[in-house]
């Protein structure tokens, strides 16, 4: 499943999620990863129901595993270890707890009607650059036919 619904972010602007899969197919403390426009993000499920996107991409070695990692806590904070090196970091925040020099990007995430759905920023910024581009073009247009 892949499509696209349109939102609002936070602040009002326009934003764009896509429908990943339905929530019955992701299990519990077992991550899964996804494609979205070219990006891999990677899925977690905590036994209360609560669910994170993250980067599927390891920030010390660039390899897409992080769906492959370790799920656990530091104290309250739910965390997801590298399945390489055992960097840790915080689901919610993608500060990494052994390391200053790395963040794991996260990704907003939400359930509607029982589908997750995923907000990328790359989706909108390059429906923005489309429509920018489509803009200049007409804009070139006019002129050269005013001139």
């Not at 899969?21 to 519990?28: A, H, I, N, T």
Request: glycine letters at 8%; hydrophobic letters at 40%; aromatic letters at 6%.
């Amino acid at each position: 499943m892949h499509t696209t619904t349109d939102s609002h972010d936070s602040i009002g602007t326009p934003a764009e999620w896509t429908s990943v899969c339905d929530l019955d197919r992701l299990e519990p403390l077992w991550g899964e990863a996804a494609l979205i426009d070219g990006v891999q993000v990677a899925l977690v499920l905590l036994p209360d129901g609560t669910l994170y996107a993250v980067s599927n991409q390891d920030p010390a070695t660039g390899s897409f595993v992080m769906s492959r990692g370790i799920v656990g806590s530091r104290g309250a904070r739910p965390t997801l270890a590298s399945p390489l090196h055992k960097q840790i970091y915080d689901l919610e925040t993608g500060e990494c707890f052994t390391s200053s020099d790395y963040a794991l990007r996260t990704f907003p995430v939400r359930i509607d009607r029982g589908t997750v759905q995923i907000q990328v920023r790359e989706q909108v910024e390059a429906r923005e650059q489309v429509e920018v581009r489509e803009q200049a073009a007409r804009g070139a247009a006019v002129e050269f036919a005013a001139a």
